[in-house]
Nanobody, 125 residues
Framework: QVQLVESGGGLVQAGGSLRLSCAAS????????AGWFRQAPDKEREFVAA????????DYADSVKGRFTISRDKYKNTVYLQMNSLKPEDTAVYYC??????????????????WGQGTQVTVSS
């Protein structure tokens, strides 16, 4: 099991940028599948982005392709989500998630077993 702590959320105007961080602690592993999900008010939690163990492969939801970038720093045990050209519809609580058992990309929340507490991102119009 790994403990995940997100940071970097906040309030930003439309068109602005934010970078979310997800720091892993506890019995840490450097190689694990990591993903970002988000949940807007009155909506289901949805997949945003994932990065494989090596950091060489990534996957994105269509709604964020070309605007968001997921990356990782293995030495810092941290995964990042760079969010550019933010839109009001990106407003949500963003969650970091991990799967320590697989390396390949996954995009459904049931395939992730460790979750952070979430960080609020609010984009004003």
């Amino acid at each position: 099991q790994v403990q995940l702590v997100e940071s970097g959320g906040g309030l930003v105007q439309a068109g602005g940028s934010l970078r979310l961080s997800c720091a892993a602690s506890g019995r840490t592993y450097s190689n694990y599948l990591a993903g970002w999900f988000r949940q807007a008010p009155d909506k289901e939690r949805e997949f945003v982005a994932a990065i494989d163990c090596s950091g060489g492969r990534t996957d994105y939801a269509d709604s964020v392709k070309g605007r968001f970038t997921i990356s990782r720093d293995k030495y810092k045990n941290t995964v990042y989500l760079q969010m550019n050209s933010l839109k009001p519809e990106d407003t949500a609580v963003y969650y970091c998630a991990a799967n320590l058992l697989v390396c390949g990309l996954r995009s459904t929340e049931t395939e992730y077993f460790d979750w952070g507490q979430g960080t609020q991102v609010t984009v004003s119009s």
